[in-house]
């Protein structure tokens, strides 16, 4: 089993929609938590950054971890289509050397 | 003013060749990594360097050399290139460990 579980998608959606991606985990250990948007061709870029369970918000972006669900979650409003990307969650212990990336989700927003 | 720079963007060799990616961090970073992203943009770690220290060597083969000089650079030499190794490697720098990471741009390299 992957330490880090993530829909690859592909996800298609009409500008303006709420978009919703997801991560599960298996170690609860896990106390850092990344979401990263990766444009084709580009390196990753981070998104939101978070310590433990609760929500972040950051303009149209909304980080939420659920602990003890082991369930990460990256919300998007009024999507754009220059959100069309892959969305890579990633996480760490606090003692950790290296993240743990999911595989990414594959996010297209229609004009 | 870039943050964390690699280099070559863009690496085509033959199978047998040696090849060496620079990478570099203006942001005063402790920790350094370098990240190999496969076909399926799958991002796994392959080393972790803090404080010039290497403290995290992944089952990589040992074909595969880091070499850091000093804390703002994370040098990888690769010797006698595989077609296997084709991938996309990143260079990422944190502030400490488990801090957030910041990448490079991506060396996409090209075994023939």
């Known amino acids: 089993q992957k330490e880090v579980e993530q829909d690859p998608g592909p996800l298609s959606v009409p500008e303006g929609a709420i978009v919703s991606l997801n991560c599960t985990y298996s170690?609860?250990?896990?106390?850092?938590f990344m979401w990263y948007r990766q444009y084709s061709r580009k390196g990753p870029e981070l998104l939101m950054y978070?310590?433990?369970?609760g929500n972040k918000e950051d303009g149209r972006f909304t980080a939420q971890v659920d602990k003890s669900s082991k369930y990460i979650s990256l919300f998007i409003r009024d999507s754009q289509p220059s959100d069309s990307a892959t969305y890579l969650c990633?996480?760490?212990?606090?003692?950790?050397?290296?993240?743990?990336f999911g595989t990414g989700t594959s996010l297209t927003v229609i004009p | 003013d870039t943050a964390v720079s690699q280099t070559p963007k863009y690496l085509v060799t033959q199978m047998g060749n040696d090849k060496s990616i620079k990478c570099e961090q203006n942001?005063?970073?402790?920790?350094m990594y370098w990240y190999k992203q496969d076909s399926k943009k799958f991002l796994k770690i392959m080393f972790s360097?803090?404080?010039?220290?290497?403290?995290i060597n992944e089952t990589v083969p040992n074909r595969f050399s880091p070499k850091s000089p000093d804390k703002a650079h994370l040098n990888l030499h690769i010797n006698s290139l595989e077609l296997g190794d084709s991938a996309v490697y990143f260079c990422?720098?944190?502030?400490?460990?488990?801090?957030?990471?910041?990448f490079g741009q991506g060396t996409r390299l090209t075994v023939v």
């Open positions: 990422a720098s944190s502030y400490t460990r488990a801090a957030e990471a910041f």
């Open positions: 170690n609860s250990a896990f106390q850092y």
């Open positions: 978070t310590y433990s369970s």
């Open positions: 990633a996480m760490s212990v606090s003692t950790g050397n290296q993240f743990y």
């Open positions: 942001l005063g970073h402790d920790t």
């Open positions: 360097y803090n404080n010039k220290e290497l403290i």
